[in-house]
């Protein structure tokens, strides 16, 4: 009973402060001041259609995989025993956090080691790998490229100087580390206007990644800038959706490594929405904070981030401790809009561990707190390193 209680008191926390995140949106968005508002739409729709539809359609092709396939990381990890450390780095350079969390829950379970832990940080980039490879797929690839290499070497590192069993404690599959990815009812309704939006999205983000004026494929009604208000009104229902829905968030798996049992197609569309959700308002926030920086500040903020130059890939790596996705996901719109240098960009992505933090806090914390503290050097010495030879 105590813990129904709890439950409900987080989920109202939750909802309080997720509807604090949508009033402030709505507040911008409607704001007096013309060129806030139309700033803040423009935000929005720009988050939605270069981003948000992209990780739609990724995410929707990955979950499809893992169903038709049937990938059980059981198997995968008891066939492959000497191969632990690459398919956890592996696993960690998939976009979004789902594969690192996988990892996080099966060093706790007893069945990888320290050194996988370690590989699996170092490589994830979280929820910022989508807005990167959306926005510039070939520095994306690099950056993969790069991730993957060194959380493997550092991996293999750390485990000979440790050991496989470093810190580890066997744990059984607990009910409550379990997340719940269903809908309440009434937002799963909403699920019907979410695709409706989004089908016309996927050929909007298309045109917009090759930059085409989209607007001119609806004929007499282009004046009226159907692009903008498609990607404002996806964008906002996106936010209203995951500020009413307490179980917001990544797609969670248990300490059993295998996949939440689901009812077919129904609850792949839902994970589909909830986290593409996720990534939405987080990449909103951040070209909101970006634009709105510019457009009040006044000032140049190019030549403000040049003169901190030679500090700001360390800060970047800091950033990276900072458990979640929202920060990263703000310093990669840095990076693409050209105020901080590919070297931050490489630090922050080999040093920040997304939402895969979180379980590995709450399941192992001392661990987590030491293995994060590992991806501090190969980020540093990636990213000076870049710095001082590429830049």
Known sequence: MNAALIQIAENKNKIALRGGILLSILVLCLFPDEPTRVTSREALSSAYISVSTFVALTLALFYALEHILKLDTNHLLNKYPRWHIPIAALMGALPGCGGAIIVVTQYVSGRLGFGSMVAVLTST?????????????????????????VGIVTGYIVEKIHGRDFLRKERQTKKEFMARTEMPNVLGLLQYPWVLLMTPGFALGFANAVQLDSDLWFGGFSAYEPT????????????????????????????SGKMIETNGWKIHLERVV???????????????????????????????????????????????FIPGCG????????????????????????????????????????TAILATLYTAVPALIVAYGWYFLME
């Not at 959700?277 to 951040?286: D, G, H, L, S």
């Not at 009040?296 to 890939?313: A, R």
């Not at 990263?328 to 490489?346: C, D, V």
């Open 125 to 149: 980039m979280g929820d910022a790998a989508f807005l990167l490879i959306a926005r510039e797929p070939k520095t994306a690839l690099l950056v993969y490229a790069v991730s993957l290499t």
């Open 228 to 255: 903008l208000w498609i990607g404002f009104y996806g964008a906002l229902l996106s936010t209203v959706m995951w500020a009413l829905n307490p179980n917001s968030g990544p797609s969670i798996v248990n300490l």
């Open 274 to 320: 909830i986290d593409t959700n996720f990534v939405t308002v987080w990449v909103v926030i951040a070209f909101l904070a970006f634009e709105l920086l510019l457009l009040w500040g006044g000032f140049d903020l190019k030549s403000v981030f040049e003169i901190w130059q030679p500090i700001i890939p360390f800060m970047a790596v800091l950033m990276g």
């Open 327 to 366: 920060p990263q996901i703000l310093i990669t719109t840095f990076y693409l809009n050209g105020l901080i240098p590919l070297s931050a960009q490489l630090g922050n992505a080999l040093s920040n561990d997304g939402d895969a933090l979180f379980p590995a806090l709450a399941l192992a914390p001392r």
